[in-house]
């Protein structure tokens, strides 16, 4: 697995008005965690593009006022309407430690079902892996030269490779969804079934609010 460096300084002061003063000057607020102690520290936001807007899995290496830690990234806060990057957080890596993080998935190969006119749809796009840091794919394929009409790819089918997978084995990672025409079915008779289904779904959750009052009451 690729490491990335990222150079960093230590944060004198913390709270939102320092934040903010950061992110004006081109630094995104970071904090690193799993050691001894937090670290809260600020690195260039251009430093982050290789790190984020990728996929693939990275180690990065922190120097920050000359103090390294190997970490990775466990997780990153965007602002919701420019997607400027608002906070990153980090896991410091020990050699020898198990550690979850989440892999990328890379789906390959040619899909019957999407060659009779389906559409490929991705319930997932990473899954959360357990390892020792030198066990640490990049990432793992996916391949869907089976996925035809009426089959999904679930976790389970995953093979593991010097890691353990955490994501419940039963969830599914991809399907191939039927064209309306191969259905038989028209967009009015498809408009009227999700309806009727969301009336359901609605009149269930009712249901189930009316129980938990009912409830609430002999409390």
């Given amino acids: 697995m690729k490491t990335i460096e990222i150079i960093g300084y230590n944060r004198a002061n913390l709270g939102k008005s320092e934040a903010k003063r950061l992110r004006a000057q081109g630094n995104v607020p970071c904090v690193i965690y799993g050691g001894e102690e937090q670290v809260h520290f600020y690195a260039p936001m251009i430093l982050f593009r290789e790190l984020i807007y990728t996929n693939k ?4 290496n922190l120097n920050i006022e000359g103090k390294e830690f190997t970490a990775i990234m466990q997780d990153a806060q965007f602002h919701p309407v420019s997607e400027v990057i608002l906070h990153v957080d980090f896991l410091q ?16 190969g040619a899909s019957p079902g999407v060659a009779k006119g389906g559409s490929l749809i991705k319930k997932r796009r990473n899954i959360l892996v357990k390892a020792l840091p030198k066990n640490f794919p990049d990432f793992i394929t996916v391949d869907i030269t089976t996925l035809d009409f009426g089959h999904a790819i679930k976790v389970g089918d995953i093979k593991e490779e010097n890691f353990e997978i955490l994501d419940s084995k039963i969830a599914s990672i991809a399907v191939v969804e039927m064209p309306r025409a191969l259905r038989g079915k028209t967009e009015e008779e498809e408009e009227a079934e999700e309806a ?10 009712g249901a189930e609010g009316a129980t938990a009052e009912a409830d609430g009451g002999k409390e």
């Fill in 93 to 108: 890596l020990f050699e020898g430690k198990p550690m979850k993080m989440l892999i990328p998935l890379h789906f390959e």
């Fill in 57 to 60: 899995a990275h180690f990065v």
């Fill in 196 to 205: 009727a289904l969301a009336e359901a779904a609605e009149g269930a959750e």
